[in-house]
């Protein structure tokens, strides 16, 4: 009942703690005992603690009635005096912390005199100690927050979770770590994905042009145990942000821990952009070819690999060539858009091909493609030739007044119209071309051409 509650208020009497204290029975005389309260009880006395709550000790004595507090805490009967003398503050923490009372201790360490050193380290201790029992009791978040603000090590915090780290990292705790699994390790990895980005963030502000080799040496080892780790948290939780992360460009993910990971996950849409990421072009078009040709999934299709070398630069120009050539065959249309198609910003990483070895390596796949990527017009699957665009792609849109690209041009247009494919309509072109370009060489031309092409020799003759 109410007899049995302590409430304590301020001096507007309004209670300063959220729930009062209870006795086991009504005590008859209570005093203040910093940090504790203790009280006469009909047959004992109890010493309690205001905040946590722990009933300390009790003490059992013969008809007590009088209490009376000096440097000791003195206890009375009608008889009898009794002298109560409390043990040194580090007993009483490691009395309660064998009995899991951390916060209880954590007040009592900061009343230790000692020098700020050792009163750190007893604190600190403390606190890791609690964050450990309270990732025990599956407190996921109250643990994380303690060892953050405790600054306690990343890969220290992800060995609590062995499956996350790699196994040249793993190593025998001096504590025990639960076996989580289910909805509770699904709870833990939510609230170590927080505490990582909180980590995350910090490290990336902190880093710079930093003159210490083996420092810089253990940020970035750290920033990739960081990093990775995440990745595999997002795989299991949080599926919509392992794209995010693997697009930032200052993501470090670990290439074969993260490949692994995707694998598993069967993420291979992710797996692309990690290797993508990691400029392993070769591994990601690999494995586009290969998901290119099943019936269903994400990577089904050619649609994929024709963005995905669009995005390649000059420098992978060996690896545009391999990989579009099947695409080129199957599918003409949009294999040219890899070579038409592109990013030209300056600004852009991806910058343009070098026009001449594209004419050179499309003849060797199909003539009639480098015409149509010269002239910039694109076949459909029909066999009415449809135009892609009015203008010429190469010659006239990107304006390339090259003599020798405009001469291979016209030896292009000569071969498919003495091939006899699309007569007419080649022959069309190659007299409007002859007839407005400026800047092919006649004189290298006109042998070129047999006699029967009469009004083609007569327009070189004039140039």
Known sequence: GKDEMTVIVNADGKPTQKHATMW???????????????????????IRSIEPKVLV??????????????RSVFVASSNAIWRLVAKPLSLQIEQFMSSSQFEL????????????????????????????????????????????????????????????????????????????????????YLALIEYLMEKR?????????????????????????????LLKCYVEVKESLVGPLLK????????????????????????????????????????????????????SGHTRTVEYLQNLGPDYLDLIFEYSKWILKAHQFDGLKIFTVRNEDPRSEVGPLPVEKVVKFLKEVNKEIAIKYLVGKLDFLTRVVTWFCSQEHVIHEWRYKTPDLHNELILLYLFEIQENRFVEDYREQLMSFLENSESYKAATLIRRFPPDFRHERALLSEN
């Open 57 to 70: 000790q009790t003490i059992q004595l013969p008809h007590p009635k009088y209490l009376a507090l000096g």
């Open 248 to 299: 930032h460009p200052d993501n470090n993910c670990h290439l074969q821990e993260s490949e692994r990971t995707l694998i598993k996950a069967e993420k291979w849409s992710d797996l692309v952009l990690l290797y993508s990421s990691k400029r392993e072009h070769a591994k990601a078009l690999k494995l586009l070819i290969e998901k290119a040709h099943q019936k269903s999934g994400s990577l």
């Open 24 to 46: 086991s029975e009504p005590p008859l005389v209570m005093e203040y005992y910093h940090p504790y309260l203790i009280a006469i009880l009909p047959s004992l006395v109890e």
């Open 201 to 229: 963030n910090l490290q990336k502000k902190s880093t710079g042009n930093d003159s210490d080799v083996d420092l810089a040496s253990y940020q970035r080892d750290l920033s990739e145990i960081i990093d990775t780790t």
């Open 105 to 188: 201790s954590l007040r009592l360490a900061e009343m230790i005199d000692d020098d700020d050193e050792k009163k750190f380290e007893c604190l600190y201790d403390i606190q890791f100690k609690f964050a450990l029992h309270l990732f025990t009791k599956h407190r996921f978040e109250e643990s994380l927050r303690i060892f953050a603000r405790l600054d306690t090590g990343p890969i220290e915090v992800i060995g609590l979770f062995p499956a996350l780290l790699p196994k040249s990292h793993t190593k025998q705790y001096d504590y025990r770590v639960p076996v989580l699994a289910g909805a509770e390790l699904e709870k833990g």
